[in-house]
């Protein structure tokens, strides 16, 4: 039997994303791969069993049958200790992983010899591109990030010049200005807003200023020997904070999606920054799932603090489930490809830099060690 691609249905609450589409199974199916997927696996990303069908999976019913079938278990979330039960010990799963927050599942795969590679760790190399799913679902975040903006907001975004007089853009702030916070940055834009941001990484204002959006710049060269940067003095931070406060303060909507890999979000608006702004304006915190960027953020709710909206809302691609999805199942396509050499045969040599950084847990080890430091002192 040849190597067996398996895809469960995603149980997480509020996932709908999938980690296969269609496309992408029939890619596979023509590789010479086997491809299982549990009947409604896309559905909520409105991928019928039909089209995997037609694109040569088997569609089966038992999400056990399945795991226990696979070479290979696919998934956007991290398995749960169920499927991690049904898989057979060597089945190698590939998802995100988030493993900072999940070392009770690291334990059980590494307990259950599952090899595991996490997409979170997958190296940002250029030829790791291709496979880097934390930029495309970023990407989709900061998208989605701008439009809820706008849909809370009880403004207008574009200038209006009507019959009943005009109305000024809306000025929007974006804090931190990666992945994200450049989608959002478009986004925004081609919604006709005025848009600020704001990086602690000064290259990211050449990216924010070609979208069109100003650059929020302290006047303090903090550029030191060797071209880093060097950590602002304390008399900076507050000028820094000065400044970010100003511009919190005018916004009508500010997005914000500060995060910093594996640790806990930086604290940009505090409760007495956003008391400054005006009633009805918007806060979309990109970060709530880290811990927020914002003091009041509560993670996966909505609320109204002295008639500011703050939406802490979490997994913003799942609310774009069907091109997510297809971004997410492409980066899966592009890590298989490398998982599965030429031949077409899974070597189990992760001697690769891309695999060697991604794997997680191999032959009841975790390989990635600061997981592991975490899994031995949770023991
Ligand atoms: N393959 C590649 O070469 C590759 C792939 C993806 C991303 N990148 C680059 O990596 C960078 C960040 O990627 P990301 O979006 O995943 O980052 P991220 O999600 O970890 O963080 C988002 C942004 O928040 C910023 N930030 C952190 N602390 C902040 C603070 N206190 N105030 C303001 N901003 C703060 C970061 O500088 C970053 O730009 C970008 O430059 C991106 O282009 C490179």
Known sequence: MGIIVAIAKETAAGERRVALVPEVAAALVKKGLTVLIESGAGAAAYYPDALYAAAGAEVMPSRQALLQKASVALKVQPP?????????????????????????????????????????????????????????????????????????????????????????????????????????IATARRLGALVEAYDVRRAAGEHVRALGAKFLELALDAEASGGYA??????EKIKERAMVSEAVAKADAVITTANIPGRKAPRLIDRDMASRMQPGSVIVDLAAESGGNCELTQPGKAAVVNGVIVLGQENLPSQIPFHSSRLYAKNQQAFLDLLIG?????????????LAASLLVHQGRVAHEPTRELVEAAA
């Open 230 to 235: 060097r950590e602002l003095t304390p008399e």
């Open 80 to 184: 749960t200790a169920e499927e991690i039960g049904w898989m057979r010990p060597g089945t190698i799963t590939v998802s995100f992983m988030n493993p900072s927050r999940n070392s009770e599942t690291v334990r059980l795969m590494r307990d259950a010899q599952i090899t595991a590679f996490a997409m979170e760790l997958i190296p940002r190399i250029t030829r790791a591109q291709s496979m880097d799913a934390l930029s495309s679902q970023a990407t989709a975040a900061g998208y989605k990030a701008a439009l809820l903006a706008a849909e809370h907001s009880p403004k207008f975004f574009p200038m209006l010049t009507t019959a009943a007089g005009t109305i000024r853009p809306a000025k929007i702030l974006v804090l931190g200005a990666g992945v994200a916070g450049l989608m959002a």
């Open 342 to 354: 030429k031949d077409g045969s899974l070597s189990g040599d992760f001697s690769d830099e891309i």
